[in-house]
């Protein structure tokens, strides 16, 4: 891989993959960019028109059209890198047609943040049991990192993690640019569960401040939260970690108070009352907390980590209890 021009598949079509498009094209190292969607129309648009029609539509597409397809087995056929970046609710979908002869011997990078529903697997986890991929040639990217701001080139850090730090370094080189730093990181499960529990988190904080909650009680809520992903992320997988760095602590940080969140958005919407279908269709975009907060409730009934947070972001999406009558039961249990 080190000698030979990095092949890279991007699979998903939405406002994240757009950004690592992105970064991939305007990091100078030399490499193929191949590109899944599943909408025609988008793959249409963007060959004539360089931007993704639905999302970062500001982004200028540098992709060879040639390269952009809606056949996802050709796409990955042609890369020795693959890069998943659909919504984990949509990843069995993607690759239906996938089998694991299709992805022996290349690297698997997820850019996802979430849990497989049924399964309740993390990417990894589902990418090594359903296809046989090694461990060590799994990588994770995550970190504080809105695709917005990347489409505004803000300096942005990206965490990558994976149990060959060669590989992790060797992946960093080819989304390092002027406005992307990396950290590495050999804590693949830490880092998949940290993001997966900070959107459980950003939904707790839009439905807090849906029901009328304000900064001070915040700031409560996400002192709790860092204390509760702690806790379970060191029951699932228990290392020596550092749960301040920025592929924890700031990406709870940047979900649960910024403008651009979908998770923070999500919340917001229940808590004004919203029920979770019209939430869902009044926004473009997926929260991946409302499926991963099913999943996580299913993975703790094993692990038995006190989680009051996800238990009242469960109980409101999915048991349909009032959100300003739990969220009050939530707050006499903080500290
Ligand atoms: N957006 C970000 O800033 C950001 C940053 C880091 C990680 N991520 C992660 O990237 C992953 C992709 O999220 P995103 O933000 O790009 O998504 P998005 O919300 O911008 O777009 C939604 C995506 O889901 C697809 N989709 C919607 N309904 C579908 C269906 N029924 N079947 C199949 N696909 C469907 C759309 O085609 C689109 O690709 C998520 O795991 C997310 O947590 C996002
Ligand atoms: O903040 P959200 O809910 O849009 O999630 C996007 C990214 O995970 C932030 O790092």
């Given at each position: 891989m080190e000698d030979s021009v990095n092949k890279i598949a991007v699979i998903g079509g939405g406002s994240w993959a757009?950004?690592?498009v992105k970064i991939l094209s305007d990091n100078l190292k030399e490499k193929e960019i191949f590109w899944w969607m599943r909408d025609e129309a988008s793959v249409r648009h963007i060959c004539k028109y360089q931007h993704n029609p639905n999302y970062l539509s500001s982004v200028e597409i540098k992709v060879k059209p040639e390269n952009i397809s809606t056949n996802v087995k050709d796409v990955i056929s042609k890369a020795d890198m693959v890069l998943l970046n659909v919504p984990a609710a949509f990843l069995k979908?993607?690759?239906?047609d996938i089998?694991?002869?299709?992805l022996?011997?290349?690297k698997i990078i997820s850019a996802i943040k979430g849990i497989v529903p049924d399964e309740n697997q993390i990417i990894g986890e589902f990418m090594h049991s359903q296809f046989q991929i090694p461990l060590e040639d799994i990588v994770v990217i995550s970190g504080p990192c809105h695709a917005e701001e990347v489409a505004l080139e803000?300096?942005?850090?990206?965490?990558i993690a994976c149990q060959d730090m060669n590989l992790a370094c060797r992946f960093a080189q080819l989304i390092n640019t002027r406005y992307i730093k990396t950290n590495s990181s050999d804590d693949i499960y830490g880092t998949e569960y940290g993001a997966v529990l900070k959107n459980i988190y950003a939904v707790a904080s839009g439905i807090c401040h849906g029901v009328g909650f304000g900064d001070n009680f915040q700031a409560v809520l996400i002192s709790n939260a860092i204390r509760e992903m702690s806790r379970?992320?060191?029951?699932i997988h228990p290392i020596n970690r550092d749960i301040k760095e920025s592929a924890y602590l700031g990406d709870l940080l940047v979900t649960s108070y910024s403008q651009f969140s979908r998770n923070r958005t999500f919340g917001n919407?229940?808590?004004?009352g919203y029920t979770v279908k019209s939430a869902q269709l009044e926004m473009n975009m997926i929260a991946e907390g409302y499926y991963a907060v099913n999943c996580i409730h299913q993975i703790n009934k094993i692990h038995k980590v006190n989680m009051p947070i996800a238990r009242a972001v469960y109980a409101v999406l999915y048991d349909k209890h009032a959100p300003n009558?739990?969220?009050k039961l939530l707050a006499d249990e903080l500290s």
């Open positions: 757009t950004a690592i979908e993607a690759l239906k089998t694991a002869d299709d022996r011997g290349k803000k300096l942005s850090y990206l965490t379970f992320v060191d029951a919407m229940i808590g004004k009558i739990e969220m």
